[in-house]
């Protein structure tokens, strides 16, 4: 499937999903926007770095995969537009992000197994899981009056990425590592718990560990670059 039949495909399903959303909880035009916004904000991305990786003809089953969890997040990103969310709300939003998370790791191994593995699917495998975190925090701190402290759970990537903007060594690639995809699976699985009914203890120790977790990643990380870029390893800018 070619990258146009696949974006036209995922806005198919993004629209009647939304539709059966919107009408089954009765959430309103606006949220029917703030999803569609969102996805159209995602496919101006992947079309911007797509031509970047050609010949890449074919989007692929395991970039459809991926695809699909993005629609998640954005169907997530719907509810930000709500004053407050019920009881209801909460377990759909918690099921999407937890289909989310399970979905996470499958386009990863279908693109292997195949032998699609491509420059491209990583970067958007990780850009969707890097988004739903984000937008998960904001839920938090929007519905659930949380401090906004947890942000910082979201924003740790992106100003990890803004750094390496201005030092180049924080640019070479990383080896992907099972500490890595664990951390990552936990920030998802402990923000979903997060928006269950539990205590407010509960629910800070859950976040809390998030985070804790998320600085010993990043530490760790950016110990190996600048131990690379001390010995001399050149730093790689990412095109992607």
């Known amino acids: 499937m070619t990258a146009r039949a696949a974006l036209l495909t995922g806005l198919l399903t993004l629209l009647c999903v939304s539709a059966l959303l919107t009408y089954r909880f009765a959430l309103g035009g606006l949220y029917f926007g703030a999803v569609l916004t969102a996805y159209l904000l995602i496919v101006s991305g992947i079309v911007a770095k797509w031509p970047r990786h050609q010949p890449q003809l074919e989007f692929g089953i395991a970039n459809g995969v991926t695809l699909l969890r993005a629609i998640g997040v954005c169907l997530i990103v719907g509810t930000l537009t709500l004053a407050t969310i019920g009881p209801r709300l909460i377990w759909m939003v918690a099921g999407i992000a937890g289909c989310t998370l399970l979905l996470d790791g499958c386009d990863g ?59 180049t060594w924080l640019r070479a690639p990383l080896a992907g590592s099972i ?59 990412s095109s992607t």
């Open 109 to 167: 191994r279908l693109a292997r197994h195949y032998g699609i593995t491509s420059a491209f699917g990583a970067r958007f495998d990780l850009e969707v899981d890097a988004l739903l975190i984000m937008i998960l925090c904001v839920v938090l701190v929007v519905h659930y009056d949380q401090a906004v402290w947890i942000l910082a759970i979201g924003l740790l990537r992106y100003l990890f990425v803004g750094a390496g903007l201005l030092m």
């Open 179 to 237: 500490r890595g995809r664990a951390i990552c699976c936990y920030q998802v699985l402990a923000l979903i718990l997060a928006l269950l009914p539990w205590s407010t203890a509960v629910r800070e120790l859950l976040l809390v560990s998030a985070l804790l977790l998320l600085i010993y990643s990043f530490t760790s990380d950016i110990r190996s670059l600048h131990k690379r870029a001390a010995d001399g390893v050149p730093a790689v800018s």
